[in-house]
């Protein structure tokens, strides 16, 4: 039987996430939502799925080292560095390549290295019934959570023709972005629909052989790459060729081979300040409180504090970051306009807060 592959997606900016969220230090690497590291929990949570010699870590290219650090006992010439962020069809690609040097049939489970999972056992069974899928029918597998709410912040999934005798394994019909508010309730109130995890489980020469009908040059310019003897040469010169695309709107969106996988496990991307909020421990009104803070007649606040006293006074809503060189006071409706911070302070130029 093919091996499993995890590919541990570890390259992203974080920049919602900011004041603590930063370049030296993205918010893969923070201790969020748990202990220990984002990337260092989701490194033990796949590691039950496949040995370390197995798995793999797609990362920027100034991150290795402290990747390696949190994951000691992945091979360092497993932890792989980007040049350029180039979204997630070339950081899968280059993986698929990659593992199909040596296990063209090997599964890989392509994880972000920043979410939280609320049952972990209950994630791997999901996570093997998708792998099981991905070699029986030799398809590219979704893992579609199932929805609690008409989030919009998600992007969705919508379950067609079910697989006989594979309980709600079924085929993909389409995927949606971040709908707005009532088409987010119509897909609620149908129950066909799923929350895009960004969690895959695919062959590696499916993956390729489907990326190569979609995007050929991606797929000759990841496999040249990943047969190269000086793989950092080759990809300091050939990843910035490669189309910033996300593996959706590359491969998936253009495929009649998807299925999706309904994962029922707690989970959430951490997306945003709010995000963490919501899965954090809360007093009696819905307020979080962590470091040296104090809530006074506040309802559903966040604040952390890693230096000094910090209260909040009359608030609601309220999310107070304080850090010793930056302070973020934001409105829990706003938090993805975060980012819009840290754009003005590159225009501004100000690398010190970056």
């Not at 009908?213 to 490669?242: F, I, K, N, W």
């Not at 910090?310 to 306009?337: F, H, N, Y």
């Amino acid at each position: 039987m093919s091996r499993i592959h995890p590919i541990i997606m570890a390259g992203g900016r974080g920049t919602r996430f900011w004041p603590a969220s930063r370049e030296t230090l993205p918010k893969q690497f923070l201790e969020i939502g748990g202990e220990g590291s984002l990337l260092t929990r989701t490194g033990a949570r796949l590691a039950p799925l496949a040995p370390p010699h197995d798995t793999w870590v797609v990362t920027n290219v100034a991150h290795v080292g402290i990747a390696a650090d949190h994951l000691p006992d992945i091979p360092r010439d497993q932890i792989v560095g980007e040049p350029v962020g180039r979204n997630t069809a070339p950081c899968i690609a280059l993986a698929a390549a990659l593992v199909a040097r040596e296990d063209p049939e090997g599964v890989l489970v392509v994880a972000p290295a920043d979410h939280w999972i609320g049952n972990e056992e209950e994630f791997r069974a999901t996570i093997e019934e998708g792998v099981r899928v991905a070699r029986e029918e030799k398809g590219l597998v979704t893992f579609g959570v199932v929805p609690t709410g008409p989030e919009t912040g998600y992007g969705y999934i919508e379950a067609g023709e079910e697989l006989a005798g594979q309980g709600s394994v079924a085929r993909v019909v389409r995927f949606t972005e971040k709908p707005d508010r009532p088409t987010a309730e119509k897909f609620l109130a149908g129950g066909r629909h799923y929350w895009n995890s960004g969690i895959f489980a695919w062959r590696a020469d499916v993956f390729l052989e489907e990326l190569a009908r979609q995007h050929p040059d991606m797929a000759a310019e990841c496999r040249r790459m990943a047969q190269a003897v000086d793989r950092g040469s080759a990809l300091e010169t050939g990843y910035p060729s490669l189309t910033s695309i996300s593996v959706d709107y590359a491969v998936l969106e253009h495929s009649d081979n998807v299925y999706v996988v309904p994962a029922e496990f707690p989970w959430s991307d951490v997306g945003s300040w709010d995000a963490l909020a919501d899965i954090s421990p809360a007093d009696g009104r819905g307020n979080v409180l962590e470091g040296d803070a104090l809530a006074v007649g506040s309802t559903g606040c966040f604040v952390r504090s890693t230096s000094r006293f910090v209260s909040v006074v009359g608030a609601k809503d309220l999310i107070v970051v304080d850090l010793p060189d930056a302070l973020l006071v934001c409105s829990k409706e706003r938090t993805q306009d975060v980012k819009k911070v840290v754009e003005a302070l590159e225009k501004a130029e100000r690398r010190d807060l970056l």
